[in-house]
């Protein structure tokens, strides 16, 4: 059993900065990549950062200067730093990370989202 629970959305104003962070917690075996994804109102889900095991990332270029995914192992935990926010970041914003379970291979388990809302 694997949960995920995210935290750090909400409210922001034009050009203001807000942390998301997402935590794995259960029977973790090992946790591959990681992901960040949003989804606006009558709009599809779209990707917004990756990071690998090794480090390596990945960006929207819509997001590309302004924010950055970064994970912490120990804590089977990614965040995403958004600075620079736009009314069009505004969405529910999703983590998906690929964890293999003690007991079963890596599968792709998703977060329960968190809104952000950015006021112009």
């Known amino acids: 059993q694997v949960q995920l629970v995210e935290s750090g959305g909400g409210l922001v104003q034009a050009g203001g900065s807000l942390r998301l962070s997402c935590a794995a917690s259960?029977?973790?075996?090992?946790?591959?990549?990681m992901g960040w994804y949003r989804q606006a109102p009558g709009k599809q889900r779209e990707l917004v950062a990756t990071?690998?095991?090794?480090?390596?990332?990945n960006y929207a270029d819509s997001v590309k200067g302004r924010f950055t995914i970064s994970r912490d192992n120990a804590k089977n935990t990614v965040y995403l730093q958004m600075n620079s926010l736009k009314p069009e970041d505004t969405a529910v914003y999703y983590c998906?990370?690929?964890?293999?379970?003690?007991?079963?291979?890596?599968?792709?388990?998703w977060g329960q989202g968190t809104q952000v809302t950015v006021s112009s």
């Open positions: 998906s990370l690929g964890i293999a379970t003690m007991t079963s291979g890596e599968y792709d388990y």
């Open positions: 259960g029977s973790i075996f090992s946790i591959n990549a």
């Open positions: 990071i690998t095991s090794g480090g390596s990332t």
